[in-house]
T-cell receptor, first 114, second 114 residues
Framework: KAGVTQTPRYLIKTRGQQVTLSCSPI?????VSWYQQTPGQGLQFLFE???????NKGNFPGRFSGRQFSNSRSEMNVSTLELGDSALYLC?????????????FGAGTRLSVL | AQTVTQSQPEMSVQEAETVTLSCTYD???????LFWYKQPPSRQMILVIR??????QNATENRFSVNFQKAAKSFSLKISDSQLGDAAMYFC???????????FGKGTKLTVNP
């Protein structure tokens, strides 16, 4: 079974631009969560989607948004990029039912904002 | 609010020896889960071991085991017979039951010396 797939692996953008990151969950997983990882702040929860609905949101500005499609694939968007948005963005998926609360992570997208 | 603290930024161990990584957490909830994740240089976050708070028995997975001290809110990871492939960042994390938000510690960088 394929794991969580994130594309692209690397991105370079300039301040003020916007960016879209993609996440394909493990087949059968309907919950997708996004995390930002930086050396200073560590791993921080961005938001979680289930059945195309955002259920939870972390403490990030409105420039960070996301969505989920009917096939459970998810995208996150960051508008008006700032230098501080440079980070590793991780996506995780979870199967509902069965063993609860285990999130499986992708390899991440490394975003560099210049 | 949940918090997770890892007090050891870096640890090292000789190959084939045993090492223990420390983690303390704080939560007001009675229903929660604790995890150790491993992040090698490839960036893929890999689940090492999981513990349900309501279970008194310590979880084990092959060479990995935990010492879960609920009253002390301590959740340490023991790696036995350390291998070169164990070298990575190790993150302790907690999640409340019914939530999708993983709260991570800052991580411990483990070096395995041949």
């Amino acid at each position: 079974k394929a794991g969580v797939t994130q594309t692209p692996r690397y991105l370079i953008k300039t301040r003020g631009q916007q960016v879209t990151l993609s996440c394909s969950p493990i087949s059968g997983h309907r919950s997708v969560s996004w995390y930002q990882q930086t050396p200073g702040q560590g791993l921080q929860f961005l938001f979680e989607y289930f059945s195309e609905t955002q259920r939870n949101k972390g403490n990030f500005p409105g420039r960070f948004s996301g969505r989920q499609f009917s096939n459970s694939r998810s995208e996150m968007n960051v508008s008006t990029l700032e230098l501080g948005d440079s980070a590793l963005y991780l996506c995780a998926s979870r199967r509902t039912g069965g063993v609860q609360n285990i999130q499986y992570f992708g390899a991440g997208t490394r975003l560099s904002v210049l | 609010a949940q918090t997770v603290t890892q007090s050891q930024p870096e640890m090292s161990v000789q190959e084939a020896e045993t090492v223990t990584l420390s983690c303390t957490y704080d939560t007001s909830e009675s229903d929660y889960y604790l995890f150790w994740y491993k992040q090698p240089p490839s960036r893929q976050m890999i689940l090492v071991i999981r513990q349900e708070a309501y279970k008194q028995q310590n979880a084990t997975e092959n060479r990995f085991s935990v010492n879960f001290q609920k009253a002390a809110k301590s959740f340490s990871l023991k790696i036995s017979d350390s291998q070169l492939g164990d070298a990575a960042m190790y993150f302790c994390a907690s999640i409340q039951g019914g939530s999708e938000k993983l709260v991570f510690g800052k991580g411990t960088k483990l070096t395995v010396n041949p």
